[in-house]
Structure formats: structure tokens, C-alpha cells
């Protein structure tokens, strides 16, 4: 079993729909979370970070980590074609030098 | 200013040849690292550099790969005798500072220790 485990999708949804992104993990030594953006032949972009449990809001974006369940998730509203990418999940145990992947979700947002 | 930067793009060999990637990371940017993304996965640790030194090199997947930053700047990841399992992209990344804990900020802007990663090299060995 891996460590993080992320649904690969893809995942197509329309122009202004709710988004919803998830990973699960196994080692609950895991502190720190992010979400990263990798469009088509680039590199991935760091997106939403959050440390231990809660939610964290940018934007469009909402960040939420329940480690209880080993479980975080997140939220793109209103979502653009341009949002269209894949969307990688990665968790850290200590200084951000030990980061774990999820294998991405690619999201379509059709207009 | 300009970000990390990868070359070449694009790479085709055939196996068993022997293959050299470049890594350029951003200016003054104390830690390197070099991840393998596999087609549809997320990207894989393989090294890391603290400066010229390399501190942890457990991802390397077998003795045929080796990475060097002689001078603690660039970076260049050789594979040896290439193999078609060989085949993906090679990410890397840096970042300005070494280690500590993240902050607990919120912002989308984070950690002090962020990883800023280049576009890859695409590595296809027929």
C-alpha cells in the first residue's frame, strides 16, 4: 500500500461547478500537507498548504485536513477552464525535504 | 526573476545508452532535489543536495543512477546504461533554505522552505 493514496481520475466537470479533491494516507506521522497545480509538461506549482489539522481558505480554493481520518481533501469553487490540470496531493513529516506524492488527479473544466 | 530551469526538454535514447540531465536552480538556493515522475504518477524523491553536499540519495533506484553539484549550484543527474523502465520525467527542484519547520502560516505563498520546481526533462528510452 502506498503512503498517500489519490484517486487519478479524470475528472470532468462543467464551467462554475464545486470541485472536490481528495487523498488519503497511512502514517499519521504526516504534519504537513499541500496541494500542487501541474498543468501539461510543466512542473508542478505549489498551491495551498496547511499544517496539522483544519481548513485554510484562498480564493476559490479551500484546503482541509481531518487527521483523525487520515483523509484531506480540496475544494476549487467556481471553477474555470483554466483550473484544468492536474492536481497533486503531498504531505511532509517535518521540514518540507521529505514530501510524499499522491499519483494526481487531472481535472477538466469544460466550458 | 527567472525560475528553475531544466535541460534538455526533451531527451530519446536508446537503451543502453548513457544520458545526462542539467538542472539550473534558482539563484542563491541552498537545497536541489531531483524527483522521477512516472506517466500518471506523482513525482518520486530520488536525491537531494544541501549545497554541494549530497545528504540523502535513498531514492536513487539503483547504482546506475548518480547525481552531482560540484560547485552547489547546477545539478546534473547521469543515468548509465539506460533502461526502458527508465522512461519519464525528471523533475527538479529547489529551495532557499535548508531545514527548520514549516510555518503554520495559512497563505497560499508558504512554507519559507517552498520547493520551486522547474518543467522536467522527458526522458524516453526506446
Known amino acids: 500500500q502506498k503512503e498517500v493514496e489519490q484517486d487519478p481520475g479524470p475528472l470532468s466537470v462543467p464551467e462554475g461547478a464545486i470541485v472536490s479533491l481528495n487523498c488519503t494516507y497511512s502514517?499519521?506521522?504526516?504534519?504537513?500537507f499541500m496541494w500542487y497545480r501541474q498543468y501539461s509538461r510543466k512542473g508542478p506549482e505549489l498551491l495551498m498548504y496547511t499544517y496539522s489539522s483544519g481548513n485554510k481558505e484562498d480564493g476559490r480554493f479551500t484546503a482541509q485536513v481531518d487527521k483523525s481520518s487520515k483523509y484531506i481533501s480540496l475544494f476549487i469553487r467556481d471553477s474555470q477552464p483554466s483550473d484544468s490540470a492536474t492536481y497533486l496531493c503531498?504531505?511532509?513529516?517535518?521540514?518540507?525535504?521529505?514530501?510524499?506524492f499522491g499519483a494526481g488527479t487531472r481535472l477538466t473544466v469544460k466550458p | 526573476g527567472a525560475g528553475v530551469s531544466q535541460s534538455p526538454r526533451y531527451k530519446v535514447a536508446k537503451r543502453g545508452q548513457d544520458v545526462a540531465l542539467r538542472c539550473d536552480p534558482i539563484s542563491g538556493h541552498v537545497s536541489l532535489f531531483w524527483y522521477q515522475q512516472a506517466l500518471g504518477q506523482g513525482p518520486e524523491f530520488l536525491t537531494y543536495?544541501?549545497?554541494?553536499?549530497?545528504?540523502?540519495k535513498s531514492g536513487l533506484p539503483s547504482d546506475r543512477f548518480f547525481a552531482e553539484r560540484p560547485e552547489g549550484s547546477v545539478s546534473t543527474l547521469k543515468i548509465q546504461r539506460t533502461q526502458q523502465e527508465d522512461s519519464a520525467v525528471y523533475l527538479c527542484a529547489s529551495s532557499l533554505v535548508t531545514s527548520g519547520g514549516l510555518q503554520t502560516s495559512g497563505r497560499v505563498r508558504g512554507p519559507h522552505n517552498e520547493q520551486f520546481f522547474g518543467p522536467g526533462t522527458r526522458l524516453t528510452v526506446l
Open positions: 503531498a504531505m511532509s513529516y517535518y521540514n518540507n525535504n521529505d514530501m510524499r
Open positions: 502514517n499519521s506521522a504526516f504534519q504537513y
Open positions: 543536495f544541501q549545497n554541494e553536499a549530497q545528504l540523502d
